[in-house]
């Protein structure tokens, strides 16, 4: 899967996998605490059924404490025999051990505690966790499995649209090829006199640039790993000013700083170049200025333009503020800036022009 279809598929997995978790937990939550509710009741029962039957070999009794106290010599029972006309019996729950007091008939001095072993209690909860979490683990790889299967079958009509998109843009490059060579065929071989020099020159400037953004489409479109290599960012600038200076002459190119070496990928980074310059030049002033510096770890592009009313748009695809472009040119150099590591700052204030700043990785 390419980057496009991977963000769609983890936009569907994610929130629909948390939330069959979500839910998932829940059920396996109730079910636990169902569990200990039930084993609780079931004990308090089972000390019912003891205050009948005292005969430590019932089955019901088992596992259960059977004393007897006196009154005068317990303090804590005076509760019981304060509230027996009431209530016939007092249960209490203190670190999970149960027990309950019952009045024993004809004989008020004498009363019967029943009580259920701590130990046991945990281990009984510690089993129910136990068996719930496991269950839990189980059920959690069947919902995984099942928000793969989601996701994918939802990405299926998105994939099948962006192919045939591909495809269809392919198609359109192949049959550009033939043109614009024999364009640049019969350009070079126009004479070349002192007055059409300039312009034939503008015109093989514009075809090879057109070749160069045809050739950098391919290669998105066919999802090619960006080869990098050692090159000096201020010759390249300079080139790619110098074909910009032939097509706006009443402009001032100015280039500033130091040699810089970078290991990246050119053809990208001249993408970028290109894009930056090409909107400094169209958007600008008459005899405006278009200002390169150069620094250790970063390169500032300044122009004297018109400035941008929303800085903060216009990377997002097809946004544009005037009429021309189709407003993918800086969508581009983001996603360009976003695979070679490279962090890009805007800064535009409307009648005074736009800074755009790349820092390097």
């Known amino acids: 899967m390419n980057r496009v279809e991977v963000r769609s598929f983890l936009r569907n997995f994610i929130p ?19 569990e200990v509710k039930n084993l609780e009741q079931t004990i308090h ?16 009794c ?64 510690a089993t129910f966790k136990s068996h719930r979490i496991q269950e839990f683990v189980l059920a959690s790889l069947g919902v995984l499995l099942l928000t793969i299967l989601f996701s994918f079958y939802s990405l299926a009509p998105l ?52 070749l160069s953004l045809q050739e950098n489409l391919k290669s998105y479109l066919n999802q090619h790993p960006k080869q990098k290599e050692q090159f000096e960012l201020f010759k390249l600038v300079e080139e790619r000013v110098k074909s910009l200076e032939n097509l706006y002459p009443n402009l001032t190119f100015i280039i500033q700083g130091e040699p810089l070496w970078l290991y990246s990928n050119q053809s990208s980074m001249s993408r970028i170049l290109d894009n930056l310059l090409n909107n400094a030049a169209k958007y600008n002033q008459v005899n405006g200025q278009v200002e390169v510096q150069i ?16 800085a903060e748009k216009i990377f997002d695809r097809f946004y544009k503020e005037h009429e021309r472009g189709l407003g993918i040119g800086l969508h581009i150099v983001k996603k360009l800036c976003d695979e070679l590591g490279i962090k890009i700052k805007v800064y535009s204030k409307i009648g005074q022009g736009t800074r755009f700043t790349l820092i390097f990785p």
């Open 16 to 34: 629909f996998f948390i939330t069959l978790e979500f839910l998932t937990g829940i059920i396996f939550y109730e079910e636990y605490q169902n």
């Open 45 to 60: 029962y089972n000390m019912d059924i003891c205050n009948f039957n005292t005969d430590d070999d019932q089955y019901a």
């Open 62 to 125: 088992l596992d259960y404490t059977i004393e007897f106290f006196n009154e005068k010599k317990q303090t804590y029972t005076l509760k019981f025999l304060q509230e027996q006309d009431e209530q016939p019996e007092i249960s209490y729950k203190k670190n999970n051990l149960f027990y309950k007091y019952y009045s024993i008939p004809n004989i008020d001095e004498l009363h019967l505690k029943i009580s259920y072993p701590a130990s046991l209690y945990q281990i009984k909860i």
């Open 159 to 210: 994939r099948h649209a962006f192919k045939l998109t591909q495809e269809f843009i392919k198609d359109i490059l192949h049959d550009f090829n033939t043109p614009i060579s024999s364009l640049l065929l019969n350009v070079k071989t126009l004479p070349k006199s002192k007055e059409s020099y300039d312009k034939i020159n503008r015109i093989e400037q514009s075809l090879n640039t057109i």
């Open 295 to 310: 620094k250790m770890h970063s390169i500032t592009l300044s122009d004297t333009g018109k400035g941008i009313k929303h």
